[in-house]
């Protein structure tokens, strides 16, 4: 009876082991993840360094900032769409993206992208004049 005791006390034990180590890894993998999106999102690097392409993208009237993202994504401009709409929300740009006809270059940070995007296609055409 004591070694039938003793067997399934030590079962216990090592299932119990396995579940803690179990949590402690996904606690670790999970945060690791939240603290390497977080620190992506207010230390954004541009996809080239130098030597960037200029590329003209068009928003759209009804374009959503997720459609704007996944555009800016597939174009090779931004590297993570989901960044780029926590970016937005945090920026002083938030919600101001205005529709229109843009040139954005790969060596653009997400936030000097979000101020072009913010900035209407007539007031660049009045300063082009002046």
Known sequence: MNVKYLI??????IVKIV????????VF????QAYD??????????????GGRT?????????????IA???EEK???????LFIVQELLSAYHGKILPGIYDLSTDMKAEQMLEILSTSTE????????
Not at 19 to 26: D, M, Q, R, S
Not at 59 to 64: G, H, N, Q, T, V
């Open 37 to 50: 999106f977080g620190y992506r999102v207010f230390a954004d690097e541009p996809m080239s360094v130098s």
């Open 76 to 82: 090779g401009l931004i590297e993570d769409a989901n």
């Open 123 to 130: 007031e660049e055409g009045e300063e082009e004049k002046e």
């Open 8 to 13: 399934i006390t030590m079962l216990e034990t």
């Open 55 to 67: 590329i003209t993208v068009g928003i759209a009237e009804d374009a959503s900032l997720k459609e």
């Open 29 to 32: 993998r999970t945060s690791t």
């Open 70 to 72: 996944n555009m800016l």
């Open 19 to 26: 579940i803690l180590a179990a949590v402690v890894v996904f």
